[in-house]
């Protein structure tokens, strides 16, 4: 090929840039999966809550009833 040959080092340096360059992308990478993970997170427990509080009221509302 004529001097146009495509050179994995080179693409991977960056120009000297690579430092930043890739670190940027790792952080973006770990934001977006961080904007994924988190709000899964968070609604895994806040469903676990809400069913505590339904099992709860129930639990009073059985106890009303046996009370009376």
Known sequence: MSGTE???STFFA???YAVFVWTSYGLTAVILA???ILPLRQRKHIIRR???AVRRE???AENKQ???
């Open 6 to 8: 495509f050179n994995w």
């Open 14 to 16: 960056m120009g000297g």
């Open 34 to 36: 961080l904007n994924v």
């Open 50 to 52: 809400v069913k505590r």
């Open 58 to 60: 129930q639990l009073r």
């Open 66 to 68: 046996v009370t009376l």
